[in-house]
């Protein structure tokens, strides 16, 4: 079956770059998605890179796709204590036809500090 | 102001007693879902719509029944809560059902089950 794993946990200093890495299972995702959720609230998508794309850059967030690996990585710049969040991983699986699946990650708590 | 609301945001019950869980949105998505999102365990699927009058199981369904009478309201009925009902839930919409992955979600529901 599907399934997307991420690190639980972690911690960086204000400024620093931060990485938050993820791994899927499944070969046929068409797309991969980034969500952040902060303390709260629901969530929020922050990016998505479609899989025939190696790396999407968008301002201090940058997306990098190893299919071969099946690894999605996120890397925030200059990490501010405003990125304190919880951040999955998800991607879309296609079973055929118009249906469409998001599987998400168990999600990493990236927690900022000052 | 494009959103999905949700209600009640926070509730405390009894097991047993009969509760619903509205979800509302007004972006004239066809869309809609509710996830529950447990420590550890990320965000699983419940129920999803794919339009009025069409709905189908997530992952865990167990429990939960779900309509879609109207396009922009998908309620989540529990019949019988027990207490591993306990939990954060989200409801989420998106506008094509083909790319189901652009999730916009509610601010969420925390429930629990005494």
């Known amino acids: 079956g599907e399934d997307v794993e991420q690190s639980l946990f972690l911690s960086v200093r204000e400024g620093d770059s931060s990485v938050i890495n993820c791994t899927y299972t499944?070969?046929?995702?068409?797309?991969l998605y980034w969500y952040k959720q902060e303390p709260g609230a629901g969530l929020q998508l922050l990016t998505y890179?479609?899989?025939?794309?190696d790396m999407k850059q968008d301002q201090r967030l940058t997306v990098l796709l190893n299919k071969k690996d099946k690894h999605l990585s996120l890397r925030i710049a200059d990490t501010q204590t405003g990125d304190s969040a919880i951040y999955f991983c998800?991607?879309?699986?296609?079973?055929?036809?118009?249906?469409?699946?998001?599987?998400f990650g168990t999600g990493t708590l990236l927690a900022v500090q000052p | 102001e494009a959103q999905v609301t949700q209600n009640p945001r926070y509730l405390i019950t009894v097991t047993g007693k009969k509760l619903t869980v509205t979800c509302s949105q007004n972006?004239?998505?066809?869309?809609m879902s509710w996830y529950r999102q447990d420590p550890g365990l990320g965000l699983r699927q419940i129920y999803y719509?794919?339009?009025?009058?069409?709905?189908d199981k997530g992952d865990v369904p167990e429990g939960y029944k779900v309509s879609r009478k109207e396009k922009r309201n998908f309620p989540l009925i529990l019949e019988s809560p027990s207490p591993n009902q306990t939990s954060l839930y989200f409801c989420?919409?998106?506008?094509?059902?083909?790319?189901?992955?652009?999730?916009?979600f509610g601010e969420g529901s925390r429930l629990t089950v005494l």
């Open positions: 989420a919409s998106s506008a094509v059902s083909w790319n189901t992955g652009e999730l916009f």
């Open positions: 499944d070969s046929s995702s068409t797309y």
């Open positions: 890179i479609f899989s025939n794309m």
């Open positions: 998800a991607e879309t699986v296609n079973y055929g036809g118009a249906t469409n699946k998001l599987i």
């Open positions: 972006m004239n998505h066809e869309y």
């Open positions: 719509s794919m339009n009025v009058e069409v709905t």
